[in-house]
RNA sequence: GGGCACGUAGCUCAGUUCGGACAGAGCGUUCGGCUUCUAACCGAAAUGUCGGGGGUUCGAAUCCCCUCGUGCCCGCCA
């Protein structure tokens, strides 16, 4: 809707700055501020002062009364106000908004008949997932979502490292180690189980006897051999440690929730052999030079300093080869890929570009989202090997725990009579407790360090998931009260007070919100216009009863239909973030 | 040392792409609101050298340069 009224208000700049003999290459369409009784305005009589010897008000006059808008639906009137030209709704943009938000796939944008593979989380499979791990599948699993409303084919991807050198270590250990010489574990799940090997076979490469740890490091470098050539019993032993540590974290991630299509293993791209294939090619590239031994690449061209070294001195490959021909893969596959990264992997991503760049593939097609470090209070970093961090699980129990205690120390005084069973609490602390964790999250730009903070990841109230979930909840009493009793009508003409007439425009503004949110992959515009949006539904309710007595019956349906349209846009929008929208808290 | 990010109210953050209407929220503080569709809510008040300095512009939190502080990266690791 809000995207319609605004090619139909483009059109009209356009061609009114063209028939004033005016440049048209600046519309300046932009959204007025919230108290300005505009949908969108333009700036443009700003830069045109100049130009016309006028100044911009006189200019914005002139342009408002050169703009036709009566063959346009949902614009209503051009009007200046000071240096701006200010875009009023139709009626019919209320009403249409209102009919279209009834929709189940309301703010799901028409298919770009693109697919796109969303690679996210591809954590080496060492150990439980940690806090510090969180914000990539979260964010990944967001942004999976804001793309599959803006009209994507979308295939989240979970690339697993199961060739490098920490799966060889963690192989050697397991079938080293005996079980009665480590920890109990910390929690009955395989990854909690399988971990103790690991962090036991790191200490001991750095603190064991020289003799024995060099022995450990020879078999260590026959696991990555064998990987390489593609040996199968190897990749047998490795399989065991892979897929099992991994089981355990996808039932961690699952919680979330972030779910996989696709598990990709690394080795796919050794046994495949196109990782060689790749450092043949690469062989080939007038950037591609031998020293000491290793294969390398020249990216002066590219700006970075540092090579790229593709062939290790011992002929096998790397991280970054095998990174290569994956890449590759998603080529032939998608349209385009999206990378979530943690910021460390920021040269790692440009010299593949590079690499990828150099073997002939339009890099334009491959994206990264980078964020920031999530660290412990006092600087700590969250490290698997180490077993410094705050487990996933833990926090979420938590979480669950805090939300069921909040849901029954309201039941008493609930005005709602719904009779909530002991499963309906703890599914709304399910529902609640994460979506309070998965918000806090996503809520904020990627770019931004996070310090981890038990109250305020937990923190349920203000600008928080709870807050917006609890909007959801008010609609859905608003309708199950009136359910047989109030039938609601699509009739927006009657909507008129100041607040109705808000909290359409509000919901007109969610596809635009989706669109620009995955332009941009920035799943935190969506949860900021959830916020706004739970703002203007409280001001909604409060300034507008619904079923009070003294409201006229014409109304009661209409406002019922309103209040139909802001619940499935809260539910969308949460859908959209990946939080559940309970109908009752 | 070089590269990339970040710095907005006491705290947590929107707004920065693409310069434009008085710089916005939440928490906390002070005051007020549940016999009225759910108070995990709402209303009112107070709170700012947008890290600092310079520049471009009719106009800068937003663009450019310098500077300070913080994080990340600079392996034949992943």
Redesign the pocket.
Known sequence: MFIAFRREVEAAVEAALDDLGYPTGDL?I?E??A??L?VL?S?VA??LAGEAGAPPPQVAGELADAVDVTDAKYVAEARS??P?V?FRPSDAYFADTLVEAQADDWGHLADTGESVVVEHTSA?PTGPVHVGRARNPILGDALARVLEYAGNDVTREYYV?DA???MAVFTWAYETFDEADLPEPEREKPDYDLVRYYRKGNEFLEEGPDEEVEAAEAEIAAIIEGLDEGDEATYERVEEVVDTVLGGMQDTLGRLPAEFDEFVKETRFLRDDSTHEVVDRLKESEHAYE????WQLDLDDWDI??SF?FL???DTT???TRDLAHHEWKFDEFDRAVTVLG??????ANKLNAALDILGNDTDRLEELFY??V?LPG?E?MSTREGTGVDMDDLLDEAVSR?ED??RS?LG????DDDLTDEDVER?AEQ?GIGAVRYDVV???P????TFDWD?ALD????SA??VQ?AH??A???LG?AAGDVEPRLDADVLTDDAERALLASIARFPLVVE?AAE?L?P??VA?YT?EF??DF??F??E?????DDVDEDVQAARLALVDAARQTLANALDALGIDAPE??
């Open positions: 300046g932009e007025p501020p108290d300005v505009a305005a700036s700003y830069r106000q000071g701006y200010n080496n490292n490098g050198r920490q020293e000491e031994g290793a300093e540092q070294v290790r001195s011992d790397l991280y970054t910021e460390d992997q920021e040269l790692h920031a470090w660290n600087g970093s939300a909040a849901v309201r005084d609930r005005v709602r709304i609640v809520a904020k730009q770019t931004k360090a996070i305020d349920f109230e203000g600008q709870p807050f609890y909840a008010r859905c009493g608003i009260e620009a941009d920035e935190h515009q900021t916020r739970a703002d409280n001001a309710y409060r507008c009863p619904v079923l009070a009752s808290m």
